[in-house]
């Protein structure tokens, strides 16, 4: 049996707000292989939720990051330097757009909504992959998480939807440029599930049963697939893989209309 040992690996997840937390699903993958981790956190408001996550994991780190604030970011990876030296994987699971961006025509997103969706959702996976650079071991692995908006039409999904086709062009982009240095760039597209991103989607839970009908599984896929792929992403088990968008949504991308 192939067994997945982080042991004496370090880890970076960003955007954990929750239990229900794609990030989560993915960082509590690392914790159990026995990685090290820091989870980022954007604001204090957000800091007592996650420390009641990690209280079972002891001497697991936090900090915070706002993604958006240069400042915060230097501060974060100065953080790990001083703490890991290096740093082997990147989790990043952060999005957002207005909620109005969302609730409107896409045609009437304001240029103010456009600039905070992608700033927020796509660069900054490259800005994160810039300060993280200098720390990165080689065979470091980085991973992003994707919807399907990105590449057909999701109504009220909008700008998001832009949002994320930047995101998987950018985890291109960086897996060639990263590439010389043994360290690979992946997108996890996972389907429709009950996150708190998801709240803010007008008509998610429509969303949600119209994707399970359609799926070639007939159901949603799950958070604990989506740790799995991300855990399977990061180690070294997927080595030849970079530059990829891997769907984790029962088979729903596949189908190009049902009967049923």
């Not at 958006?68 to 990876?77: G, W």
């Not at 590439?179 to 008509?203: E, F, L």
């Not at 399970?212 to 893989?241: C, H, P, Q, Y």
């Amino acid at each position: 049996m192939i067994g997945i040992d982080l042991s004496g690996k370090t880890a970076l997840v960003m955007g954990v707000t929750n239990s229900y937390s794609l990030g989560w699903a993915i960082g509590e993958k690392l914790l159990q292989a026995g990685a090290k981790c820091i989870f980022s956190y954007q604001g204090e408001r957000l800091k007592p939720a996650l420390e009641k996550l990690l209280a079972p994991y002891e001497g697991t780190l936090t900090g915070q990051c706002d993604v958006t604030n240069e400042a915060e970011l230097e501060s974060l990876f100065a953080q790990i330097k001083a703490e890991f030296g290096s740093l082997d994987y990147i989790v990043h699971a952060v999005a957002y757009a207005p909620r109005a961006s969302m609730e409107g025509r896409f045609v009437d997103t304001t240029q103010e909504d456009w600039n905070t969706a992608l700033s927020v959702s796509a660069y900054s996976l490259v800005s994160v992959a810039r300060h993280a650079e200098p720390l990165l071991n080689e065979g470091g692995s980085i991973v992003t998480l994707t919807y399907y908006a990105s590449q057909k039409v999701v109504p009220k999904y909008n700008v998001m939807g832009i949002a994320k086709a930047a995101l998987e062009a950018s985890t291109r982009y960086l897996a060639y440029e990263l590439g010389s240095k043994n360290v690979r760039v992946n997108a996890i597209s996972a389907g429709p599930m009950r996150t708190v991103a998801a709240k803010s989607i007008p008509g998610f839970t429509s969303m949600l049963s119209k994707a399970a009908e359609m799926a070639a599984l007939k159901r949603n896929a799950t958070s604990e697939e989506v740790g799995k792929l991300g855990l399977f992403l990061l180690s070294d088990l997927s080595s030849g893989i970079t530059g990829e968008t891997t769907y984790v949504d029962a088979g729903y991308n596949i189908m190009g209309m049902s009967f049923e």
